[in-house]
C-alpha cells in the first residue's frame, strides 16, 4: 500500500491503477502452477530431441563444421533456459542465436573458406570425392546379352540371350516400379510375341533403370536398346588411398596439395576434393597479374565510388537542409516530401528505373539529350560514363538521408550565432563554413563514416545498374570497371564457371578487415554508452 | 524572425523557390517518366510526358491478365508480379513479426537487467551490423544447403530460408527499442515488481503497453527492409514462382527480352503501396534509421 500511495503521490494515478489492475488480473497468481511447468520441459525436450537429430545426421554425413555450430547452439539454448543464473540471457539469447548463426558463423566460415580451394572443381570432402568414384560402374564389353521382351498377364518376362548361356526373368511389373528382378538359366524361350522394337522404346526410361541379377549375384543393365550388359564397379580402393581404374588399369593417387587423384603422368581425376592451401588465394591476388591488375582497378574504384558518393550527398544534403530550415522559406511541407521522394521509392525499384532511364538506345536521357543537344552517350559501354551514370544515381538515391540528417542537427545550432554573424556582416557561406560546418561535423561523423562503408559494400546499386559492366579486359576473373569489390567477389563466387568460392572469400575477407575497421573506429568516436 | 536583415533577402527567398523547383522537376523527372511510360503502348514506344494514345496494355499484364490489343493478338503475362509482390509480403510480415518478437525481449534485457557480457554483446551487435551479408553469401548458401537436407521447408529455394537469414539483421532493431526503453522510466515496474510481479509480467503488462509506438517503428521498419533484401534473396530463391519482388524485377530489363512498358507498370504498382506506407511513416523511420546509420 505505501509504495502505490508514493506512486500516487508522483502524479501517475491512472498507470498506478493500471498496474493494480492488471497484476491483479485472474490467472496471473496461478501461472506457475504444474501444467505449466510441463508444457514448458515438453517444449524444451521436443526442441533438443530435433536439434539432436539434425546434429547426428550431419555428423553422419561428416559436415563437421555444420554439425559442431548446431552442438553448440542447442547446448548454449539448453544451458541459457534451464539455469537460473542465466534467467537474463533467456532474453537476448534468440536474437544472439540468430546474428551467431547468421552473421557471426558465416562471417568465420568465409575467413577459413579464404584458405581453402573450395571451388565448383573441388567442392566435395576427401571422403565424398572417394564415395563418388567408387560408386562409379561401368558395363563390361565380355560379358553382355541380347534381349527381347515378352507381355503377360503379370508383367514384362526377359528373354536373354548368352554367349554361354540364355537367361529368363519372373514376370517383372515395369509399370509399376519394379526396378530390379532375379535372372535364371533356362533353355526354351517363353511364349508368345516378342515386344517390337517401338514398344521397347516406350519403356526405355523404366529399361534404363532396371537391374537384373544373375544367380552368382552379377549384375547387368541395359547396354543397348537390344542388349543387357554385365555392371562393373570403376575403381577399386587399395589400402593406402591410391585407386585402379578397372576398366584401363591406370592407378591414381591422391594428391592432398591440390585436392586431386592424379596418376603417373599427373593428370587429375574429376572431381578433386577441398584442401587447404594457406595463403595462396591472397598471394594470387598479388601476385597474379590477371588478378592483380583488375583487383586494383577495382579497389581504387570502390574507394573513390564511396568518398564520391558521401561528398555529393552531404554537399546536397545539407545545402537543401539549410534552405529548409530557413524561416523565410514557405510551404516547407511541400518540399520536404517531394525532395525525400527518392528515399521513400524501394531502390531495387528506383535503380531499375534508371538502368531502363539510360538505356542507350530506347532510354528517355538518351532521347532528351540527343533532343537538346544531339548526343547519345554510351552510358553501359563507356566506362567513365558508366561510372558517372552511377554516381548520379546514387546521389538521387543518397541525398535525402543526408538532408534529413542535416535537418535534425542544424535545428540543435543556437539561432543567435547567426544573428551574430549578421551583425558583423557576414553572407551565407561564411555562416556555412565558419559556424554550422564545424559545428555539425562532431555528430555527423559516425554516420558519414556508416555511410561510407554501406556504400563501399553497395552490392545492389551495382548487380541491378550495371553488373560491373562495361568488362575489364585482360582479367582471367569476370571483372567490371564499375564492379565494387563486394559485387567482384559475388561475380567470382556465383557467375563464374569456376565459381572460385576460395579465391572470392579470400578478398571477402579483406573487405571483413576494412569494414571491422571502420566499425571499430565508429565506436570510437560516436562514444557509445551501453 | 531575424532582427537583422540584409535588403537582398527577398530575391534570395525568390531564388531559393526557383532553384528548389527546378531541383524537384528533375528529381521527380524518372518517377513521372515510368508513371508515363506505363501508360504507353508496345515496349519501345517513346513519346512526351503525357501520352498520346494512352493504353491499359501494361497494367493488363502487370495485374495477371492477358491483353488483346487492337490487331487481335493476345499477350499472356511475362512474369507473375502479384505472386512476387504476395511472396514478398508475406516473407516480410513474418520476419517483420520474428525480429519484433526478439529484438524487443532481448531490448528489455538490454535495457533493464544486469548480466555478464552486457557491454561486450552491445558493443559487438554495433561492430558485425555493419558486415554486408553478401560477403558471407557463400557460407550461408552452403549453410542453408546442410539445413535443408534435413530440414525441407528451411533448405535452399525456400521462403522460410529467407525468413530466417533475415534474422541475422537485428542488432539495429534491439538498438532502437532499447534507446526507447531507457527514456521509460523504470520506477513503474519495479513497483510493479516490489508488489510480486514476475520480470516477464512487469515487461509483459506495463512496459510493453507504454511501448507500442516504437514497437509499431520498428515492425514498418523490418518490414521495408525485408522487402527490398536483395543479395541473400537472390542467392537463396531460384525458381519463379518463389521469388521476391526485389529478385524478380530485374527479369523485366535483360539485354535480350527488354519488357520497358511492362517493367513500367509493374514497378508502380508493387512500388506506390511501400512508398506511400514509408512517407506515411518517414517521420519515425528516419529517427530509427539515423539510429543505425543505413541505406543511401
Known sequence: MNIRRCLGATDINGLTTMITETLS????????????????????????AAALYLILALYAQREFVFAMLFLVLTASAVAVFV????????????????????????????????????????????????????????????????????????????????????????????????????VLPVSGKPQGEPLSIREIIQLRGELSELTLITEDGRELSQASLRSFAAIHPQFTLHGNGSLTNNQTGVTYFPDHETGFYRDGDGKALSPGWTVNIGWDNYLKVVT???????????????????????????????????????????????????????????????????????????????????????????????????????LIVNTWLGYPYMMLLCMGLLQAIPRDLYEASAMDGAGPVNNLFNITLPLIIKPLMPLLIASFAFNFNNFVLIALLTGGAPDIIGASTPAGTTDLLVSYTYRIAFQDSGQNFGLAAAIATAIFLVVGALSLINLKLSKIKV | MAMVEPRSTKYRVLASHLGMLAFIVIILFPLLMVISISFRSGNFAAGSLLPENPSLEHWYLALGIP????????????????????????????????????????????????????????????????????????????????????????????????????????????????????????????????????????????????????????????????????????????????????????????EQNYLWGDFAAAAVLSGLPITVIFLYCQKWIVGGLTAGGVKG
Request: without cysteine; charged residues 15%.
Open chain 1, 288 to 390: 597474379d597479374p590477371s588478378i592483380r591488375g583488375p583487383f586494383f582497378e577495382i579497389f581504387v574504384w570502390t574507394l573513390s565510388f564511396a568518398v564520391a558518393t558521401v561528398v555529393f550527398t552531404l554537399a546536397l544534403g545539407l545545402l537543401l537542409a539549410n534552405l529548409l530550415q530557413w524561416e523565410q522559406i514557405r510551404g516547407k511541407a511541400f518540399y520536404r516530401t517531394m525532395l525525400i521522394l527518392p528515399y521513400a521509392v524501394p531502390a531495387f525499384i528506383s535503380i531499375l528505373v534508371f538502368k531502363g532511364l539510360f538505356n542507350q538506345n530506347f532510354g528517355e536521357i538518351n532521347l532528351v539529350l540527343e533532343g537538346l543537344f544531339g548526343l547519345r552517350p554510351d552510358w553501359f559501354s563507356d566506362p567513365a560514363l558508366a561510372r558517372t551514370m552511377i
Open chain 2, 67 to 254: 491483353y488483346t490489343g487492337e490487331d487481335g493478338v493476345t499477350t499472356q503475362p511475362p512474369f507473375p508480379v502479384l505472386l512476387w509482390l504476395w511472396n514478398s509480403i508475406k516473407i516480410a510480415v513474418v520476419s517483420a513479426v520474428l525480429i519484433l518478437a526478439l529484438s524487443t525481449t532481448s531490448a528489455y534485457a538490454f535495457a533493464r537487467m544486469r548480466f555478464a557480457g552486457k557491454g561486450f554483446v552491445l558493443k559487438s551487435m554495433l561492430i558485425f551490423q555493419m558486415f554486408p551479408p553478401v560477403l558471407s553469401l557463400v557460407a550461408l548458401y552452403a549453410l542453408f544447403d546442410q539445413i535443408g537436407n534435413h530440414v525441407s521447408w528451411l533448405g535452399l529455394n525456400t521462403h522460410g530460408a529467407v525468413i530466417v537469414a533475415s534474422l541475422g539483421g537485428m542488432a539495429l532493431h534491439i538498438w532502437t527499442i532499447k534507446g526507447y526503453f531507457d527514456s521509460i522510466d523504470r520506477s513503474l515496474e519495479e513497483a510493479a515488481i516490489v508488489d510480486g510481479a514476475t520480470t516477464w509480467q512487469a515487461f509483459r503488462y506495463i512496459l510493453l503497453p507504454l511501448s507500442v509506438p516504437i514497437l509499431v517503428v520498428v515492425f514498418i521498419l523490418a518490414f521495408i527492409m525485408t522487402i527490398m533484401e536483395y543479395p541473400m534473396a537472390s542467392v537463396l530463391l531460384v525458381d519463379t514462382d518463389k521469388l521476391t519482388l526485389a529478385v524478380g524485377a530485374q527479369q523485366y530489363l535483360y
Open chain 1, 25 to 48: 488480473f485472474p490467472g496471473i497468481e496461478s501461472r506457475h502452477s504444474m501444467t505449466r511447468v510441463f508444457l514448458k520441459w515438453g517444449a524444451l525436450a521436443v526442441l533438443v
Open chain 1, 83 to 182: 539455469s537460473k543464473k542465466l534467467y537474463a540471457h533467456r532474453y537476448i539469447f534468440p536474437a544472439i542465436a540468430g546474428m551467431g548463426l547468421f552473421v557471426i558463423f558465416p562471417l568465420m566460415y568465409t575467413v577459413g573458406i579464404g584458405f581453402t580451394n573450395y571451388s565448383a572443381s573441388n567442392l566435395l570432402s576427401y571422403e565424398q570425392v572417394q564415395d563418388n568414384l567408387l560408386s562409379r560402374t561401368y558395363q563390361s564389353e565380355a560379358i553382355r546379352y541380347d534381349y527381347q521382351l515378352y507381355r503377360t498377364a503379370e508383367g514384362y518376362v526377359f528373354w536373354l540371350e548368352g554367349e554361354y548361356q540364355n537367361l529368363t526373368s519372373a514376370p517383372v511389373k515395369l509399370n509399376e516400379g519394379e526396378r530390379s528382378a532375379p
